[in-house]
């Protein structure tokens, strides 16, 4: 495990002690985009991990306006967790808001983002959350550590084309960690939050950004080898745009490059904007109408 140095929390996230109280454990956000055909596989993964763990936790699902009913495929597996909730934006506004609504809807102590095309496995998030409760920030799932083991087998362009695309975006905006590019990533509610409300990649690129801001706002950020066996059933992983990701990166950079430390941004007029609607109506979302404005 590798980390980064902890520097100055940034405001709203408590530097040494008790955090705010949360009702789970542990939130789980899916942001999906017409993955319908996917959903299925990993809420079966996500309902085995909740069961071998053990772990109080709320799984949100983000619909990102799809046009296959990801979203009401997803409700029903609502009867394989205690505590479930689908949302939907009201027209596509990208992976990365998504991501975003989810992180400002979770509840959870620790919160870990699941990538519905990932080949990470989903155990790994054990390995992530203990680090968490170690006292880190963030934690990645890295598939370029020693003793990470080998994902699904790729051809040698693929790798060579990876290996220097991300190269390529550590060095436009450096994030101090291996696999900027990482599919499973934990982190603290409070560090998600201050990080979420200043993000702006709407793209596949929102994870580069997201760690990028983590590292500007001083966060903890830790690195594990991805150790569990990968999934080998269903599709196999999508490969993002890059050239749309080397867009998002270059302003990205530019963005950075004017705001050392970018303001955070309302959490319910950001929700607000997104047009969201909920497809299960159940307590998991009473809560963000009572949370302070």
């Known amino acids: 495990m590798q980390a980064r140095g902890r520097g100055t929390k940034a405001a709203g996230a408590?530097?040494?002690?008790?955090?705010?109280?949360?009702?789970?454990?542990?939130?789980?956000?899916?942001?999906?985009?017409?993955?319908?055909?996917?959903?299925?596989?990993?809420?079966?993964?996500?309902?085995r991990l909740l069961r071998s763990t053990g772990w109080q936790a709320e799984l949100i699902i983000v619909d990102d306006g799809s046009e296959d009913g990801s979203g009401e495929a997803a409700t029903r597996w609502k009867s394989y967790f205690s505590e479930f909730g689908v949302v939907r934006?009201?027209?596509?506004?990208?992976?990365?808001?998504?991501?975003?609504?989810?992180a400002l809807l979770a509840r959870g102590r620790f919160v870990v983002l699941v990538d519905p095309r990932s080949?990470?496995?989903?155990?790994?998030?054990?390995?992530?959350?203990?680090?968490?409760?170690?006292?880190?920030?963030?934690?990645?799932?890295?598939?370029?550590?020693?003793?990470?083991?080998?994902?699904?087998?790729?051809?040698?362009?693929?790798?060579?084309?990876?290996t220097a695309f991300m190269a390529l975006s550590?060095?436009?905006?450096?994030?101090?960690?291996?696999d900027s590019g990482a599919e499973l990533v934990a982190l603290r509610r409070n560090a998600l939050r201050n990080i979420a409300q200043r993000a702006r990649v709407t793209g596949e690129a929102f994870g580069h950004e997201w760690l990028a801001l983590a590292g500007r706002l001083g966060f903890q950020v830790v690195e594990v080898p991805v150790s569990g066996a990968p999934k080998t059933e269903g599709e196999g992983r999508v490969r993002p745009n890059e050239l749309a990701m080397l867009r998002d990166l270059w302003g990205l950079r530019r963005r950075l490059g004017r705001e050392a430390a970018p303001r955070a941004s309302d959490a319910h007029q950001l929700l607000k904007e997104t047009g969201f609607v909920r497809l299960d109506r159940r307590k998991l979302f009473d809560t963000i109408a009572r949370e302070p404005r």
Do not use: N
């Open 14 to 47: 408590l530097a040494g002690g008790q955090e705010a109280e949360t009702p789970f454990q542990v939130s789980l956000i899916v942001p999906v985009q017409s993955e319908a055909g996917r959903i299925g596989r990993v809420l079966t993964g996500l309902s």
């Open 89 to 102: 934006h009201a027209r596509r506004k990208g992976r990365g808001v998504a991501a975003r609504t989810g």
């Open 119 to 162: 080949d990470a496995p989903l155990q790994d998030s054990v390995h992530l959350i203990e680090c968490l409760a170690r006292g880190a920030d963030v934690a990645v799932a890295s598939r370029w550590l020693p003793g990470a083991r080998a994902l699904p087998a790729k051809s040698f362009l693929d790798r060579a084309s990876e």
């Open 170 to 178: 550590r060095l436009m905006v450096p994030v101090g960690v291996r």
